[in-house]
């Protein structure tokens, strides 16, 4: 479901134990408690900030035109522990929920309903992100806004967003490699249509989003979908000249062969001539936004806290062209994917905080692989080697068991357990979606396990 920068100092080295006075006080900010002329701080449990994901589409039912929802949501919230909120203002139709000029506002979102997929409008003109920040902060909650990034349409109702509205935005659509062909993104079956990120307008596009969004008083800003759609995107003609022009002005004649197969969705065994070097300039890419949309937040507001989340499974994640880890991670020892340079373009450092997706099945919480929980976050946390000051990892609760192989009660008591398992792993935690939690009614499992992880 779902697939972060800062000048923040030196990386966190060595291990001294802090003992804390109050291990249950959830208002203790974790930045005070990193210091950057202590390299051996560690962090207790109590002072580790948990967030929670408000998903704009699932809970425009409940929020799109009620405040006083808004109010009832957070103070359970509040109640079950947790610090942080992290509302989606752009979901993947790619308009918003913030005021911007940039962009279109959001009208109108699809989300379930009594189990039909029931279209929502808004009808209030107040300002959606605004209500948040305002209500959070009220109750101490630090409040962070979330885009879905390389995003510009979706399917549903015949098509929203600006690759609908907008003809002359056509090129800004990615090439998907198909087994038809190259053809854009538009021609294809994919419900999320998403930009091309190498394209230059594109990148622009975003960071002036960014720019006034940053205009708000939020704590932080998260970018979600940062990446590429899939190992068959990007291949417009735009990419193949940047790509050569990376190779050192190579001409490619055998396009996207060279590369990888017409319609490949996973690597060959025998890896094509500049397959590897497709992957070291994707992630090139991708590294070069992150520090152009870092240096558009901090230029409007240098505290904000920016960052991004990433799916935990980094030995599959070239796919989305993206290296979440530190520079100081040599990729290529572990993965024959890799080059020596693919090191060079881990972004960890650029950020000031990152949510990973542990979304292991509720039948695996401990561990030390990907997929499960407790892996992923310390998986993580070895590769990003203290580049980035905050790592927090956690579930998807709602889509973690798609085959039904657990039981309700094993769910409710994998949330429990999640919470000390990633907490103890990593520097937070992070739960996709409130509206899991509120569907469900399982507040009181995700209580349990934050006082268990914070005691």
Same mark, same amino acid.
């Given at each position: 479901?779902?697939?972060?920068?800062?000048?923040?100092?030196?990386?966190?080295?060595?291990?001294?134990?802090?003992?804390?006075?109050?291990?249950?006080?959830?208002?203790?900010?974790?930045?005070?408690?990193?210091?950057?002329? !202590?390299?051996?701080?560690?962090?207790?449990?109590? =002072?580790?900030?948990? &967030?929670?994901?408000?998903?704009?589409?699932?809970?425009?039912?409940?929020?799109?035109?009620?405040?006083?929802?808004?109010?009832?949501?957070?103070?359970?919230?509040?109640?079950?522990? $947790?610090?942080?909120?992290?509302?989606?203002?752009?979901?993947?139709?790619?308009?918003?929920? $913030?005021?911007?000029?940039?962009?279109?506002?959001?009208?109108?979102?699809?989300?379930?309903?009594?189990?039909?997929?029931?279209?929502?409008?808004?009808?209030?003109?107040?300002?959606?992100?605004?209500?948040?920040?305002?209500?959070?902060?009220?109750?101490?909650? #630090?409040?962070?806004?979330?885009?879905?990034?390389?995003? /510009?349409?979706?399917?549903?109702?015949?098509?929203?967003?600006?690759?609908?509205?907008?003809?002359?935005?056509?090129?800004?659509?990615?090439?998907?490699?198909?087994?038809?062909?190259?053809?854009?993104?538009?021609?294809?079956?994919?419900?999320?249509?998403?930009?091309?990120?190498?394209?230059?307008?594109?990148?622009?596009?975003?960071?002036?989003?960014?720019?006034?969004?940053?205009?708000?008083?939020?704590?932080?800003? $998260?970018?979600?979908?940062?990446?590429?759609?899939?190992?068959?995107?990007? $291949?417009?003609? &735009?990419?193949?000249?940047?790509?050569?022009?990376?190779?050192?002005?190579?001409?490619?004649?055998?396009?996207? !062969?060279?590369?990888?197969?017409?319609?490949?969705?996973?690597?060959?065994?025998?890896?094509?001539?500049?397959?590897?070097?497709?992957?070291?300039?994707?992630?090139?890419?991708?590294?070069?936004?992150?520090?152009?949309?870092?240096?558009?937040?901090?230029?409007?507001?240098?505290?904000?806290?920016? /960052?991004?989340?990433?799916?935990?499974?980094?030995?599959?994640?070239?796919?989305?062209?993206?290296?979440?880890?530190?520079? #100081?991670?040599?990729?290529?020892?572990?993965?024959?994917?890799?080059?020596?340079?693919? #090191?060079?373009?881990?972004?960890?450092?650029?950020?000031?905080?990152?949510?990973?997706?542990?979304?292991?099945?509720?039948?695996?919480?401990?561990?030390?692989?990907?997929?499960?929980?407790?892996?992923?976050?310390?998986?993580?946390?070895?590769?990003?080697?203290?580049?980035?000051?905050?790592?927090?990892?956690?579930?998807?609760? /709602?889509?973690?068991?798609?085959?039904?192989?657990?039981?309700?009660?094993?769910?409710?008591?994998?949330?429990?357990?999640?919470?000390?398992?990633?907490?103890?792993?990593?520097?937070?935690?992070?739960?996709?979606?409130?509206?899991?939690?509120?569907?469900? =009614?399982?507040?009181?499992?995700?209580?349990?396990?934050?006082?268990?992880?914070?005691?």
């Amino acid at each position: 479901m779902k697939i972060k920068s800062g000048p923040i100092g030196k990386c966190l080295l060595g291990l001294v134990l802090i003992f804390t006075l109050s291990c249950g006080n959830s208002s203790t900010d974790y930045w005070d408690k990193l210091d950057e002329d !202590d390299e051996t701080t560690i962090i207790e449990n109590a =002072d580790k900030p948990r &967030y929670i994901w408000i998903d704009a589409a699932a809970n425009f039912p409940d929020f799109a035109n009620n405040k006083e929802n808004i109010t009832r949501d957070l103070l359970l919230v509040k109640d079950a522990g $947790f610090t942080d909120i992290v509302v989606d203002v752009r979901p993947t139709t790619g308009d918003v929920l $913030f005021d911007t000029d940039v962009v279109d506002q959001v009208k109108y979102l699809y989300a379930w309903v009594s189990s039909e997929y029931t279209q929502i409008q808004r009808t209030t003109t107040w300002d959606y992100l605004q209500a948040f920040i305002d209500e959070g902060h009220k109750l101490g909650l #630090k409040v962070h806004a979330a885009i879905n990034t390389f995003v /510009g349409g979706s399917t549903i109702n015949g098509g929203t967003g600006v690759l609908y509205r907008d003809a002359s935005k056509a090129n800004w659509a990615t090439q998907m490699n198909t087994s038809s062909g190259i053809i854009s993104v538009m021609n294809t079956g994919e419900s999320t249509k998403f930009l091309n990120p190498v394209n230059e307008d594109v990148q622009t596009y975003i960071c002036n989003i960014l720019k006034d969004l940053a205009k708000y008083n939020v704590d932080g800003i $998260f970018l979600d979908r940062g990446r590429f759609l899939g190992i068959q995107s990007d $291949f417009s003609d &735009y990419t193949r000249q940047k790509f050569q022009e990376y190779l050192g002005n190579v001409n490619i004649t055998n396009y996207p !062969d060279d590369i990888i197969s017409v319609g490949a969705s996973s690597l060959p065994s025998t890896y094509p001539k500049y397959l590897m070097r497709w992957l070291e300039f994707r992630s090139k890419v991708m590294y070069d936004f992150m520090s152009k949309a870092r240096d558009a937040v901090k230029s409007v507001n240098s505290n904000i806290k920016f /960052g991004v989340y990433v799916g935990g499974w980094y030995s599959t994640y070239y796919e989305a062209g993206v290296n979440w880890a530190s520079s #100081k991670f040599d990729t290529s020892l572990k993965y024959n994917w890799a080059t020596k340079v693919y #090191k060079n373009y881990g972004y960890a450092a650029l950020m000031d905080q990152m949510l990973i997706g542990a979304y292991a099945s509720p039948l695996r919480v401990m561990g030390a692989t990907e997929w499960t929980m407790e892996g992923f976050c310390s998986l993580a946390k070895d590769k990003i080697k203290g580049d980035c000051p905050i790592v927090a990892g956690g579930p998807d609760v /709602g889509n973690w068991d798609v085959s039904n192989q657990a039981t309700q009660e094993q769910e409710n008591q994998a949330i429990v357990a999640s919470v000390k398992a990633c907490m103890d792993a990593c520097d937070g935690y992070f739960l996709f979606d409130i509206i899991h939690l509120k569907l469900s =009614d399982q507040w009181q499992y995700v209580k349990e396990g934050i006082d268990l992880a914070i005691k």
